[in-house]
Every structure is written in C-alpha cells, then in structure tokens.
C-alpha cells in the first residue's frame, strides 16, 4: 500500500515557530539600558518587552545572552 501524497496547495499553512519569552528577573536591572539593547538587536517593533511581577518577559527573535543582560544591570558607585 503506498501513501497518498497531497499536492503542495492542499497542505495548511503552517504556523511560524516562536520560542517561549525569556524570563529576566528583575536583578537591579536598568529599564532604559535594557530597551535600548532591544532595539540595537532586534530593530523596533521586532520585539516586545512585558514587566509582571518583579520580572521581565522579553518576546523576540532569539533570546539575550547572561553576557549582554549584564550590561542591562544598573552601575552602583
């Protein structure tokens, strides 16, 4: 028995592929710093930031790195 094979204008679009939002905690996290490495990375309007609950919920692209949200950190002297 062979399987049927729809023809490509059968098939539904298939739905794009979003990883979960990555979750930063709220640790002395500068709000401005952090907007504005989201907007050199991922352009305006590609991403989307959401504060809740002492913790940020960042939906783009791909995911910031412990490395570049350590630059987010607010500078205490």
């Given at each position: 028995?062979?399987?049927?094979?729809l023809?490509?204008?059968?098939f539904p679009?298939?739905a794009?592929m979003h990883?979960?939002?990555?979750?930063?905690?709220?640790?002395y996290?500068?709000?401005?710093?952090?907007?504005?490495?989201?907007?050199?990375?991922f352009?305006?309007?590609?991403?989307r930031?959401?504060?809740?609950?002492?913790?940020?919920y960042?939906?783009?692209?791909?995911?910031?790195?412990?490395?570049?949200?350590?630059?987010?950190?607010?500078?205490y002297?």
């Amino acid at each position: 028995m062979t399987a049927k094979v729809l023809p490509p204008s059968v098939f539904p679009t298939a739905a794009p592929m979003h990883s979960p939002p990555q979750v930063i905690e709220n640790r002395y996290i500068d709000d401005d710093k952090l907007v504005e490495i989201c907007k050199e990375r991922f352009g305006a309007g590609n991403y989307r930031l959401k504060f809740k609950l002492r913790k940020w919920y960042l939906s783009a692209p791909c995911w910031l790195d412990d490395e570049t949200i350590e630059q987010c950190e607010m500078e205490y002297l």
